[in-house]
C-alpha cells in the first residue's frame, strides 16, 4: 500500500479509536473520567511538565515548538527525562536538528487520543492491540499488560504509558517509561 494510502487512512484509525470512548469507563476500573481540557497547547504542557525538561530539549532543538503550539491535534508520547537518558543531550546542537525531528515525529500520532480513546479500542479488538500511523510513517501498537498500557514500535521498541495525562487545546500530551526508537 502506498504512503498516500497510508496517511489517508490515519484519520480514520483516529476516528475509530475516539469513537470507541464510551466504553472506556469499565476498561480503566475507575470513573474512566478524562481530564478536563486545558487551555494550553502541546509544547506548553510539556515544558510546564519537569519530568519532560529533556524532551522539551529535543522538540527546541528540532525546531517543532510551533508545530506542537499550532492547531493540531496531536498525541505526544512524551519520554520522561529518566527514559530520554543521555539520547537527549546528545540530540543537542544545529547538527543534530534533523534526528531530534525524526525522533518526535516517531512519538506523535495525528489525532487526540486519551487514555479512555486507547483502552476502548483495545477492549474492542478482544485485547489483541490496535495499531496507528505515527508522523514518520512508522507503526504503533497498543496493547495490554495487566493493567497497563504497551506501546511498541514496529523496531520493537517499547514503552509504557506512565503518569498523567494532559489533555491540552490542540491535543494530548501521553508520558511514556521508554524511546519508541531503537537506538541504532
Given at each position: 500500500m502506498s504512503n498516500q494510502r497510508l496517511w489517508a487512512l490515519a484519520p480514520l484509525m483516529v476516528l475509530s479509536l475516539a469513537a470507541c470512548g464510551g466504553e472506556a469507563d469499565k476498561?480503566?476500573?475507575?470513573?474512566?473520567?478524562?481530564?478536563?481540557?486545558?487551555?494550553?497547547?502541546?509544547?506548553?504542557?510539556?515544558?510546564?511538565?519537569?519530568?519532560?525538561?529533556?524532551?522539551?530539549?529535543?522538540v527546541k532543538n528540532a525546531g517543532l515548538s510551533d508545530v506542537l503550539e499550532g492547531k493540531g491535534p496531536y498525541?505526544?508520547?512524551?519520554?520522561?527525562?529518566?527514559?530520554?537518558?543521555?539520547?537527549?543531550?546528545?540530540?543537542?546542537?544545529?547538527?543534530?536538528?534533523?534526528?531530534?525531528?525524526?525522533?518526535l515525529r516517531a512519538h506523535i500520532v495525528p489525532g487526540a487520543l486519551t487514555r479512555a480513546d486507547i483502552m476502548a479500542a483495545i477492549e474492542r479488538s478482544g485485547g489483541g492491540g490496535v495499531?496507528?500511523?505515527?508522523?514518520?510513517?512508522?507503526?504503533?501498537?497498543?496493547?495490554?499488560?495487566?493493567?497497563?498500557?504497551?506501546?511498541?514500535a514496529a523496531d520493537g521498541a517499547t514503552a509504557r504509558l506512565t503518569g498523567e495525562e494532559k489533555v491540552v487545546s490542540n491535543g494530548v500530551v501521553q508520558p511514556v517509561d521508554g524511546v519508541l526508537v531503537k537506538a541504532g
Open positions: 476498561a480503566e476500573g475507575g470513573d474512566g473520567a478524562t481530564p478536563a481540557p486545558s487551555s494550553k497547547t502541546l509544547a506548553a504542557a510539556i515544558g510546564d511538565e519537569g519530568d519532560l525538561d529533556t524532551l522539551e530539549g529535543v498525541t505526544v508520547f512524551a519520554p520522561a527525562n529518566a527514559a530520554l537518558g543521555t539520547a537527549g543531550a546528545d540530540l543537542a546542537g544545529e547538527a543534530m536538528k534533523a534526528q531530534s525531528a525524526a525522533l495499531q496507528i500511523r505515527t508522523m514518520s510513517d512508522g507503526l504503533l501498537t497498543f496493547s495490554k499488560d495487566g493493567d497497563a498500557v504497551v506501546v511498541t
